[in-house]
């Protein structure tokens, strides 16, 4: 099978056991009855707002990229749920109405290129917002770029691809990591189609975080790791924040 998009290769390779933990969260820390509306930042193939729709939710799921949501259009339909699909950057939420929880996982928030475009989403996140309405999100943290990541290598095969993930440092950020990913898919004649992107994330000090959910509003905020199961502290891979407005 030859693929098109970087999409399908990242739907097919990421781990469905991070899904179920995912969910697990949410249902636990964000849900407090059936129906409630939900928007999923970043939602990506849409294989967590499926699971949350079969909870009950009313989903909504806004993703940058349209061969996302195409790949999320059809788990839904093969799962046999409904939600609405908008693409969107989490920036500028201006035309979505108001929601009673709103998520965003999987580190996308590192993928923005500074903290003030993470403010930016903090603000319009705390603006779609119900009064008592909560905004579950994670973050990878500075241990995890500075420490973690720089010469980390991933390396998967099988008889039809080959995947290789190579990480590095970026010199020219503060907390920032460069992810090189290459793809080799065989194609009908044998030969290997080669595929490369490139990926960069930057951390934040949980201080400066928190103090950025404040100042748009935030007051009363929860952070954890290890999936809302631990305490947090400065050598985790990857906080998890609860904020209620």
Known sequence: MIYQTFAQLYDQLFDPEMYEQWLDYTMREGVTRQNMSCLELAGGTGRL????ARNGLDMTVADISDEMLSLAMQHAENAGVNF???????RN???FP????VTCYAD?????ESIEDVEATFKEVYAHLDVGGKFLFDMI???????EYPGFMYNYENDNEAFLWQSYANDEKEHGVIHELTFFICQNNGNYQRVGETHYEQAYPLEKIKDTL??????SIE???DFGKQQATQNDSRWFFKCEK
């Not at 707002?49 to 949350?52: C, F, K």
């Not at 609405?84 to 989490?90: E, F, H």
């Not at 996308?108 to 923005?112: E, H, I, K, R, V």
């Open 84 to 90: 609405q699909l908008v693409q969107a950057d989490m």
């Open 93 to 95: 939420l201006e035309n």
């Open 98 to 101: 108001q929601y009673q929880l």
């Open 141 to 147: 943290s500075p241990y995890k770029t500075d420490i």
């Open 108 to 112: 996308s928030l590192n993928y923005l």
């Open 223 to 225: 952070v954890t790791s």
């Open 214 to 219: 404040k100042k748009v509003g935030f007051s």
């Open 49 to 52: 707002a499926v699971q949350l």
